[in-house]
């Protein structure tokens, strides 16, 4: 019998629950149509609101913190393999044997502290913050359902007010489930009222405290390896100065350079193919008899300068394997210019007032209150054109082409960019030593290429 009573109790549970969702349906579809009024309160919603990005926020930091930790652990790990290699690799008869054994063991209990104390200062307490919110938000569900079956209660209960014929025994048992859906619904809802709000406020001393612990044992992580890595770089710096004449050179990254020395030689050929072309022609003279004036000669007052004695093309040879040939024959058309000029102006001063002196027109850069209009800078008039940023050698560098600059450790050079960005290597810079760039001003004679990793940027 009394398990028949069980089961009927049972039973008539399960109805009740099915009778109340049944309602609870009902009722939400007249309030979407708009058929029934739902009771609602925007300060509860604005906390439902704030509740779901504060869980939505710690959900995230704690899945952050946890992708930290597994990081942590991993770089523990590669550390560790690191640290093992050293000790496999250091010979016993060299000094420090014992003191990188000593660091290496320090160094794994040093990170295995680490993450300890990250798991029990942040991830244990993101876990207990974060236990509080699955309660909460059943409990807000709950007062939702609660807030059905308040509206449900109240319509019923309009209705039968309103209704033609009315059954006092009716409204009297709505009524009393009205007062008592009421009352369920307010006390849970004052009770969220106040915890929500409460919890929202709580962020911001959990976030101050969960990330404070990071900081300060990260802190106090890094000083710690800090002193471990010091104290190996000084039994590394004992073992180099005992073993100092077998020192490891420091080598620059493999060029590749066909394509570069492909394109000067093409550059190359072409110039010496057109300059005996213009080394040979010989403008034709004015059709009004004037003195012929040669574009690379300036006369002054009839006066040669020393500086219209060299032919434009005499300092450079057809083939390297001609240069005394060339240098010949740059002397031998300087000195036929030189003595035309002479043979020219002593005609002019034997014809006296018969012709007028060559007048020759030399340009100069407009100036604007001292200052030449048009000019770099003042910040970059120092510089070659394009400078990048300046660099140090920290290394001696050998060159090993004609293109390559000669480096010596402290020297300075100044980068510029590739004219044409294709024939850049990997690794390897273009610039001009800034001494050279001091002295002469010439790019074209001081630049080269030399390799990155023997420099270092300091502006």
């Known amino acids: 019998?009394?398990?028949?009573?069980?089961?009927?109790?049972?039973?008539?549970?399960?109805?009740?629950?099915?009778?109340?969702?049944?309602?609870?349906?009902?009722?939400?579809?007249?309030?979407?149509?708009?058929k029934a009024d739902?009771?609602?309160?925007?300060?509860?919603?604005?906390?439902?609101?704030?509740?779901?990005?504060?869980?939505?926020?710690?959900?995230?930091?704690?899945?952050?913190?946890?992708?930290?930790?597994?990081?942590?652990?991993?770089?523990?790990?590669?550390?560790?393999?690191?640290?093992?290699?050293?000790?496999?690799?250091?010979?016993?008869?060299?000094p420090g044997r014992d003191d990188t054994n000593k660091i290496a063991e320090n160094n794994d209990l040093l990170w295995t502290d680490f993450h300890q104390k990250l798991v029990d200062q942040a991830l244990l307490t993101m876990d207990t913050y974060l236990g509080q919110f699955p309660d909460?938000?059943?409990?807000?569900?709950?007062?939702?359902?609660?807030?059905?079956?308040?509206?449900?209660?109240?319509?019923?209960?309009?209705a039968l007010q309103t209704a033609k014929k009315k059954d006092e025994t009716k409204i009297a048992k709505a009524e009393e489930e009205l007062v008592k859906a009421q009352k369920v619904f307010e006390e849970m809802n004052v009770d969220l009222q106040e915890e929500l709000p409460s919890l929202w406020n709580s962020r911001v001393g959990f976030y101050v405290n969960t990330f404070q612990s990071i900081a300060g044992l990260e802190e106090n992580f890094h000083k710690e390896m800090s002193k471990l890595n010091q104290n190996l770089h000084d039994v590394l710096l004992g073992l180099d100065k005992q073993y100092s004449g077998n020192a490891f050179p420091v080598k620059a990254?493999?060029?590749?350079?066909?394509?570069?020395?492909?394109?000067?030689?093409?550059?190359?050929?072409?110039?010496?193919?057109?300059?005996?072309?213009?080394?040979?022609?010989?403008?034709?003279?004015?059709?009004?008899?004037?003195?012929?004036?040669?574009?690379?000669?300036?006369?002054v007052n009839h006066e040669l300068e020393p500086s219209t004695l060299e032919a434009p093309g005499a300092s450079i040879p057809k083939s390297p394997s001609q240069p005394a040939e060339a240098a010949h024959a740059g002397a031998e058309a300087a000195g036929s210019e030189a003595a035309a000029g002479a043979e020219a102006s002593k005609t002019e001063a034997d014809s006296?007032?018969?012709?007028?002196?060559?007048?020759?027109?030399?340009?100069?850069?407009?100036?604007?209150n001292g200052t030449v209009e048009g000019?770099?800078?003042?910040?970059?008039?120092?510089?070659?054109?394009?400078?990048?940023?300046?660099?140090?050698a920290m290394h001696d560098y050998t060159a090993t082409d004609s293109d390559e600059l000669q480096l010596k450790a402290g020297d300075v050079v100044l980068v510029i960019p590739f004219e044409n960005p294709e024939e850049q290597d990997e690794g390897w810079l273009m610039g001009v030593k800034e001494s050279d760039w001091i002295q002469r001003k010439e790019l074209d004679q001081c630049r080269g290429v030399f390799p990155e990793n023997f420099t270092e940027r300091v502006q």
């Open 1 to 34: 019998m009394a398990e028949l009573g069980s089961k009927g109790v049972t039973a008539g549970k399960i109805a009740s629950n099915v009778q109340k969702k049944l309602t609870r349906a009902q009722e939400k579809v007249l309030q979407k149509l708009g």
């Open 38 to 94: 739902e009771t609602k309160d925007e300060q509860f919603e604005q906390c439902v609101q704030n509740f779901n990005k504060q869980l939505s926020e710690g959900t995230r930091l704690q899945k952050d913190l946890r992708t930290y930790l597994a990081s942590v652990k991993a770089m523990h790990e590669a550390s560790k393999k690191l640290t093992e290699c050293l000790q496999e690799v250091y010979e016993p008869d060299w």
């Open 136 to 158: 909460i938000k059943s409990r807000i569900a709950k007062r939702g359902r609660k807030l059905v079956d308040y509206d449900s209660a109240r319509h019923h209960f309009e």
């Open 253 to 299: 990254q493999p060029r590749k350079k066909t394509k570069l020395f492909a394109r000067l030689r093409k550059k190359m050929s072409r110039y010496r193919d057109s300059t005996p072309a213009k080394a040979n022609k010989s403008p034709s003279p004015p059709p009004d008899g004037s003195p012929i004036t040669s574009p690379e000669t300036k006369t």
């Open 352 to 368: 006296g007032s018969s012709s007028l002196p060559a007048v020759v027109v030399e340009t100069f850069p407009a100036t604007v």
């Open 375 to 392: 000019g770099a800078s003042s910040e970059r008039a120092d510089m070659p054109p394009g400078f990048l940023f300046k660099v140090q």
